[in-house]
Structures are given as structure tokens and as C-alpha cells.
RNA sequence: UGCCCGGUAGCUCAGUGGCAGAGCAGGUGACUGUUAAUCACUUGGUCGCUGGUUCGAUCCCAGCCCGGGCAGCCA
């Protein structure tokens, strides 16, 4: 996090309105020796302002230099405003360049979607809509764009944005998105780390291939048109890469545990992959999940770590993300900032998995699937819980053991036939689960006993085994879907509109 | 993987068994401290692909491809 946050520093500079990239401090010298402006020869000496800086300046500025994207220029008689967005935050600045300008002419070179640097001079907007704006005295453009630049003013579905993923940051909505997607990933290290928690760097390649998360990539190395063979004919992976059948992880969660078991508070934040062909607006092939472990910890102390956890998230982008947040809140879900601040006010609400099921069976609804003890829940359950009944997140836990996996750990005192293991999922409206987690298995029989009914072999988990020959300890974990976090944070109803370039089944453009 | 809906101009969509439509975008002109500017005129089509029915198919039928929704799986 202090790398972070260094970075960052370094990054954006001193606060305030010359912070930028370029070589350099600000000088009006650099400014004066640069060439008058026209096409593209080459970029300013002059130290860049962004845009998010240049709008929220506290005083006017006799030179600056931007540099963005035209958003949208409309020409008048005698002079031309043009929007510049430079990603830097939701909002473009308006240039005001003037008809007498000596490079005026090649202002029609500036249409949507051209690079464009500007400089000129920070004032007080004449026209009503902004308070700032700069009056250029040159302006070059960098890079056209001409009529078949994709991106219009207004008007695109998410379906035709998904389709053009090399264009659509520009564009405001993914812009915020991906501003958004960047802060939340900040707010999850930085809550860990505040908190203690070791960052730790699970594989991604791994021979586990039975933790019950779904289906799983092979890695392989192998001649797949003419693979070794052993004597009886079957394809011989003792010949592959790594001696043995590997996968792309589904879970870092095993592996997280051997560090809690040493480090005591562990996180993991990485990607993962999981094989299976879902066509759901919340399911991808490719997605990042944050897993938290923690030694001398209960299913309880869990929940707790899990709700204070998206609390802090929900809160940390509320406070640093305004401007995106608005910005959702107009155009994609008008409630969503009703909602957070309700989510954020609120306890979630606890409920057993057995209450859960006495609650939908008195529900008077007629499910789709019926509810009967000893069933998954489903997502119309799910969403009747956290939607309706207590329309509110809320953390279902205790699931029937013959459902849940083997490393969950076995509730003690369960009358016969009612067997249920400390497992929770938290559920949010709109979303469903979030998160999944449970107490892990640290009674060495216990787990043994697990592993048979799951038809696991032991030979496979030795190492896991071990974990509960020496030095045992209570310990839980869950996993957080950081995509569906991201939904939930911003009200996008598809998961492949928060990922940058998304993975599903039959597509991996980009 | 199952069920349902869709594919017509660059984008969003309407439409019909008999000449292919609108709005926006683009172009031209006018006007304007404008800001999803406005007004007039205007360019633009393999109607997803293949086959079938028909005098004639964008329209009806079949198969396929692609996109979306829901379900399952899960985060």
C-alpha cells in the first residue's frame, strides 16, 4: 500500500492545477519557444494539466496546456467551442478557440474523437453550464478522426459498446466504469492493510482440481493433434509441462490458508477462471475475486469481516468516486445511490439456512423450484430474501452439509438428517450472492471424514492435511466476487460491461 | 446446456408476399456564447448467412451464425 500510494503521488504530482506528466516543471519559456500550433510535429515541452485538475482550479491561469480527446466541437461565426475529455475524471473542459487564431483553419481536423492539445489560458466561463474554460492561443491536433470514429454524441446500447471495447473507455460511461473499477481495487487493499492483512500472490496454474468451483481450464503444453501415450493407449500427462494435469485456478482459497495458518490475517486479490458455459449477465470466464482468510476466527467473526468489509467499499466510493456515482445514478440505475446509502445505514440482516427455507415456504409465493430442506437455494429464493422479505443484504449461513464443500466445517450438535456445515453467502438486491465463505474444516477427522463423503483422495491434499496435523486453528475465509462488487457499486447490470476487455463462453476479442 | 426474444442505413429502430423507411450521425448551406445547439437541403442498404416455398421473399418455412434475457453452475 505505501508503494501504492507513492505511485499515485508520483503520479499525479503536487495537487492542485499543474499536476501532469510532462518532462519537466510548468514554464511560460517552454510555452512562448513552442511553434504556433496546426497539425501534429510533435508534443508541447509545456507540463500538462488534466482536465480534472484544470476544472476544479481555484484561480484563473495565464498558461495552460491540455491535452484529450474532442468530445464535440461546435463552430460558430467567429470562433469554435470544442469539449475535451482526457479521462481524467466524467466531465470535458470547453475550449473556446477563436476564428483569428493563426491555425484556425485546421480546426475542422478536430472532430469527435481526434487527439487534440490545447493551449491557451485558464478563465471564467462567459456562457452558463460551466465555470471554467479556456481561451486557446494554439492548438494542435494530434491525431484525426475521421467519420467512421464509432462514437457518436448519444445513443449507443451497451451490446453495440461491447462490440467496439477498444473504443468504448472513451466513451462516459465506461470512462466511469473503469475510473471506478480502478478505485474500488485501491479501497480492497487498502482496507486489508489497514486491517493487518497480508497480500498474498496465490498460483494461478495449479493441479488441484477438486474444490468444487466449477468446471476448469487445462494448461497444457502437450501436442493436442498427437499427444504422448502410455502403453494403454490414454494421453500420458506425466509427459506434460509441469509431470502432471494442470489447471487454471478457480480458488486461491486452499493455498490462502497455508499463509493464514502462518501470517494469521491473509488476503488474496487476483484473477480466476472457471470453464463453465454460463450465458448470465453475472457470470465471465475470466474474473478477479478477493479472499480474505483469517486464523483464530469463527464462522461469525466471518460475517462480521464480511459485511464491514463492503461497507467500507460502498463508502470509499462514495466519497471518492462522486462524480461517476451522479453519473450512474442518471443514466443507469436512478436509485443506486438511494440504495448504497440505505446498504451503508443499515445492519444485514442474518438469517440460517433453515430459517431462510421456513421463510419462502410461508412466503404464500408458488416457486419455480420447490423449497425443501436440504436443497440449494435458488436464485428465485435468493432474491426473494434479500429483494423482498427483507429487502436489505442480507447472510444466509449453516447449509446442509451434503451440498456445501468438503472443507466446510461440520456444525456440531445437528439432529440426524439435518447435518449442516459453517458456510454463508451474503446476498445483495439486483445481484444475488456476493459473497461466499464459510468456517473451515480443523479437526483432522473431521475433514478426513469430508474428503470420503466428497470422494476426494486424500494423496491429492496432503498438504492441506497437514495443516491440521500441526498446529491447528480455527480459521475462515469467503470470497468476493470483485466484478459483481463493481455492479453492485455502480447499478451496470452486466458483468461484461464492468471488465475491461470481458472473457465468456465463445469470446475473446482484445 | 435448456427455454424465450432479436438481427433492416454508421447508430437506435419502424415496416411490407410486389419501387427500402424515420430519427440521429455524416455532407452542404444558414444562424448562433454554444454546450445532446437550432433550421433547410442532402449522401447513405448484400434487409445476418445458406437453402426451400412462390410468378415474385427483407417478409413465409428449415438449418446455421451472432447478440440479448431468464434458468442451471457460482463469485
Request: charged share 25%; with cysteine.
Amino acid at each position: 500500500m505505501p508503494i501504492l500510494a507513492q505511485e499515485i503521488a508520483r503520479r499525479i504530482g503536487a495537487r492542485g492545477s499543474t499536476a501532469g506528466f510532462g518532462p519537466g516543471p510548468r514554464s511560460v519559456s517552454g510555452f512562448a519557444s513552442r511553434r504556433q500550433g496546426g497539425l501534429a510535429d510533435g508534443l508541447s515541452t509545456m507540463s500538462r494539466t488534466l482536465v480534472k485538475d484544470a476544472l476544479n482550479a481555484a484561480a484563473p491561469m495565464d498558461a495552460i496546456l491540455l491535452q484529450g480527446w474532442v468530445r464535440t466541437r461546435r463552430d460558430a461565426k467567429a470562433f469554435s467551442f470544442i469539449e475535451l475529455n482526457d479521462g481524467s475524471c466524467l466531465k470535458g473542459i470547453q475550449i473556446v478557440a477563436d476564428a483569428a487564431l493563426p491555425d484556425y483553419a485546421h480546426i475542422t481536423k478536430a472532430n469527435t474523437g481526434a487527439s487534440l492539445e490545447v493551449r491557451g489560458k485558464l478563465v471564467e466561463s462567459k456562457g452558463s453550464g460551466q465555470k471554467w474554460e479556456v481561451v486557446a492561443t494554439g492548438f494542435t491536433v494530434l491525431g484525426e478522426a475521421d467519420v467512421t470514429y464509432p462514437l457518436q454524441k448519444k445513443g449507443h446500447t451497451m451490446e453495440f459498446l461491447r462490440e467496439i471495447a477498444h473504443l468504448r473507455p472513451r466513451s462516459n460511461l465506461f470512462g466511469a466504469v473503469f475510473r471506478v473499477r480502478s478505485r474500488l481495487a485501491y479501497a480492497i487493499h487498502q482496507f486489508f492493510q489497514d486491517k493487518g492483512f497480508y497480500y498474498v500472490h496465490t498460483p494461478i496454474v495449479t493441479a488441484s482440481d477438486a474444490e468444487g468451483a466449477g468446471d476448469m481450464f487445462r494448461v497444457t503444453t502437450l501436442d493436442l493433434a498427437n499427444p504422448p501415450k502410455t502403453e494403454d493407449g490414454a494421453i500420458d500427462h506425466a509427459k506434460d509441462f509441469f509431470g502432471k494435469k494442470t489447471f487454471l485456478t478457480v480458488s486461491g482459497q486452499l493455498e490462502a490458508e497455508i499463509f493464514a495458518c502462518a501470517l494469521s490475517n491473509v488476503y488474496t486479490f487476483g484473477p480466476t477462471f472457471r470453464a463453465e458455459n454460463s450465458h448470465t449477465s453475472r457470470h465471465a470466464s475470466e474474473f478477479w475475486m478477493i479472499e480474505p482468510e483469517v486464523a483464530f476466527c469463527d464462522l461469525n467473526g466471518d460475517m462480521d469481516l464480511a459485511e464491514e468489509f463492503v461497507k467500507y467499499l460502498i463508502r470509499d466510493i462514495r466519497s471518492h468516486c462522486p462524480g461517476d456515482l451522479e453519473f450512474f445514478a442518471k443514466f443507469v440505475d436512478k436509485d443506486l445511490l438511494a440504495r448504497l446509502d440505505f446498504v451503508l445505514n443499515q445492519p444485514f440482516k442474518r438469517c440460517s439456512y433453515t430459517e431462510a427455507i421456513e421463510i419462502l415456504g410461508q412466503s404464500g409465493k408458488t416457486w419455480e423450484h420447490p423449497v425443501s430442506w436440504g436443497d440449494n437455494l435458488q436464485s428465485e429464493h435468493e432474491r426473494y430474501l434479500t429483494e423482498e422479505h427483507f429487502k436489505c443484504p442480507v447472510t444466509v449461513y449453516n447449509y446442509p452439509r451434503a451440498i456445501k464443500a468438503f472443507y466446510m466445517r461440520q456444525t456440531d450438535g445437528c439432529a440426524e438428517g439435518r447435518e449442516t456445515v459453517a458456510a454463508m453467502d451474503l446476498l445483495v438486491p439486483g445481484i444475488g450472492e456476493i459473497i461466499g465463505g464459510s468456517q473451515r474444516e480443523e479437526r483432522l477427522d473431521k475433514l478426513r471424514a469430508g474428503m470420503v463423503l466428497h470422494h476426494l483422495d486424500e494423496k491429492n491434499y496432503w498438504w492441506y492435511l497437514d495443516l491440521r496435523r500441526f498446529g491447528t486453528v480455527p480459521h475462515a475465509g469467503f470470497g468476493l466476487g470483485f466484478e459483481r462488487m463493481l455492479m453492485f457499486v455502480t447499478g451496470v447490470g452486466n458483468i461484461r460491461d464492468v471488465i475491461p476487455f470481458a472473457r465468456t463462453p465463445g469470446t475473446a476479442e482484445f
